[in-house]
């Protein structure tokens, strides 16, 4: 199973942030994307060794991004509320020629697997 894309423009590009003594970093990009009806701001975050690669992306560029959706639990005490978090991690991109249809992006991505997602949606 390959992981899923997005293709939108560049929006923003955050600088490199640095968590914890282990040194995790990690790297916001926003993806715009108009629907027509209104606008849609995707947030990827780029981790680790994957935060230099943004470096490539300017504002403005069009591009398709693989990513994983990663979630996680957090609970401040056994008696407070449960919270789950969701993030798009971006795992690589391309940018995307002009003109190009989004389908033909997308299927670029889906021939390098020799299965579709089996997800039951």
Same mark, same amino acid.
């Given at each position: 199973? &390959?992981?899923?894309?997005?293709?939108? @423009?560049?929006?923003?590009?955050?600088? @490199?942030? &640095?968590?914890?003594? /282990?040194?995790?970093?990690?790297?916001?990009? %926003?993806?715009?994307?108009?629907?027509?009806?209104?606008?849609?701001?995707?947030?990827?975050?780029?981790?680790?060794?994957?935060?230099?690669?943004?470096?490539?992306?300017?504002?403005?560029?069009?591009? @398709?991004?693989?990513?994983?959706?990663?979630?996680?639990?957090?609970?401040?005490?056994?008696?407070?509320? %449960? /919270?789950?978090?969701? @993030?798009?991690?971006?795992?690589?991109?391309?940018?995307?020629?002009?003109?190009?249809?989004?389908?033909?992006?997308?299927?670029?991505?889906?021939?390098? &697997?020799?299965?579709?997602?089996?997800?039951?949606?």
């Amino acid at each position: 199973m &390959s992981n899923p894309t997005i293709r939108g @423009t560049v929006h923003l590009i955050e600088e @490199t942030k &640095s968590f914890g003594q /282990k040194g995790f970093r990690k790297r916001l990009v %926003v993806l715009e994307q108009n629907n027509g009806r209104f606008t849609n701001y995707i947030p990827l975050e780029f981790t680790n060794d994957a935060c230099d690669s943004a470096d490539a992306l300017k504002q403005g560029d069009d591009v @398709t991004i693989t990513y994983r959706l990663t979630g996680r639990k957090w609970q401040r005490d056994p008696m407070s509320e %449960v /919270k789950y978090f969701l @993030t798009a991690e971006a795992m690589g991109f391309r940018k995307t020629a002009e003109g190009e249809d989004i389908s033909a992006a997308n299927d670029a991505f889906a021939e390098s &697997s020799s299965e579709f997602d089996d997800t039951p949606f």
